[in-house]
């Protein structure tokens, strides 16, 4: 079976900024995820996550966003769309992600495949809290991510069912 790492990334003290890390942790909440999906809180990316994410099968991150769309707006993107989106950097993390991916390929442990599930963020000011929009749209992201891991043959289930 394939190996899938669920990365959420973002800082999670600049409001909807850390919306990726919030998305990762519902999604672990809300689902047993089988032994093949491993769920990590990237933070703020940094290189430390190279071993973490060498030679995974698919790369499911989530991640805010600025793809113009409107606050709030939850896009999906995969493969080829996702290093055009990192060219119009928004935030030093993104930076940290370019660069581990790019060492995975030079390593030639890249995942075969990338998602992302991003989230406009609507407020980037210093907060815990994500801003009441984007909060609002926490359970699409996050439903989102569960079909793409459905897509990928992987049973979704709650806890205790």
Known sequence: MNRVIVLGVGNILLRDEGVGVRVVEALAERYDLPPEVEVVDGGTVGMDLLD????????????????????????????????ALFQARYSPHQLGLSEVLATLILMEEAPRAI???????ADMELGAELSPEVASVVDEAVEMAATELRTLGFPLTPPGA
């Open 115 to 121: 998602t992302l599930i991003g989230v406009v963020p």
């Open 52 to 83: 973490t994410l060498a030679g995974c099968d698919h790369l499911l991150i989530c991640d805010a966003v600025q793809t113009g769309a409107p606050p709030a707006t939850v896009v999906k993107l995969a493969d080829a769309e996702i290093p």
